[in-house]
């Protein structure tokens, strides 16, 4: 098993409500990742934080904003979103974001109705 | 940029058998990873085994093996003696070692393990 943990495993929200994924790593790694997973298309790439410091924003709508307070914790906090949202979002984690092999955990399964 | 393209959507294999998935990848780089996660019912991503560009020999994990052709960008995984617990989603992925550091995924193949 990985030492990628995620809460809440399942939500359902409005497109009105405020909600916020966690993803905490018991690792000891510097760098973390959000990623997005639909239906029929490859994972995509959402943030990547490095030492606490965003280091990528993959062309990322503004109703979703992360927040990395230190290297084990990592947040996705959606606002406004829109039905097409609906994914499995996965946080990632490693030593370091450019040799160092990706750890994921279960995931958040979130669905907008 | 780079793409990574897996050609078989869904694969099966008898139990106790050894089924080859395909991947192949666009890249003008020289230097990079590949990797195989494996994805089960349970939604967990766990990496199977990973590829330095950089080394010739052919990266293995117990019954997991990779055919890395580099001339022809081609990553292949090999299961040998196929396992039950082995169905799940198979991702292969590139990740670069300058610029961009993130993981380009392919879209997955399902494989599913015949009793």
């Known amino acids: 098993e990985t030492g990628v943990t995620q809460t809440p495993r399942h939500l359902v929200m409005g497109m009105t409500n405020k909600k916020s994924l966690k993803c905490e790593q018991h690792?000891?790694?510097?760098?973390m990742y959000w990623y997005k997973q639909s239906a029929k298309k490859p994972l995509e790439l959402m943030f990547v934080?490095?030492?606490?410091?965003?280091?990528e924003n993959n062309s990322v709508p503004s109703r979703f904003s992360p927040e990395c307070p230190n290297s084990s914790h990592l947040f996705l906090h959606l606002h406004t979103l829109q039905p097409e949202d609906s994914a499995l979002y996965l946080c990632?984690?490693?030593?370091?974001?450019?040799?160092?092999?990706?750890?994921f955990g279960p995931g958040t399964r979130l669905l907008v109705l | 940029a780079q793409t990574v393209t897996q050609s078989q959507p869904e694969m099966s294999v008898q139990e106790a058998e050894t089924v080859t998935l395909s991947c192949t990848y666009d890249?003008?780089?020289?230097?990079?990873?590949l990797f195989w996660y494996k994805q089960p019912p349970s939604r967990q991503m766990i990496l199977v085994i990973r590829?330095?560009?950089?080394?010739?020999q052919n990266a293995t994990e117990n019954r997991f093996s990779v055919n890395f052709q580099k001339a022809a960008k081609s990553f292949s995984l090999k299961i040998s003696d196929s396992q039950l617990g082995d169905a799940a989603m198979y991702f292969c992925?590139?990740?670069?070692?300058?610029?961009?550091?993130?993981?380009?995924f392919g879209q997955g193949t399902r494989l599913t393990i015949n009793p």
């Open positions: 990632a984690s490693s030593q370091d974001t450019v040799r160092e092999t990706q750890y």
């Open positions: 690792l000891g790694h510097n760098a």
């Open positions: 934080y490095s030492l606490e410091e965003r280091v």
């Open positions: 890249t003008s780089e020289s230097d990079y990873y």
């Open positions: 590829q330095e560009a950089y080394k010739q």
């Open positions: 992925a590139y990740r670069s070692v300058s610029g961009a550091q993130k993981l380009v």
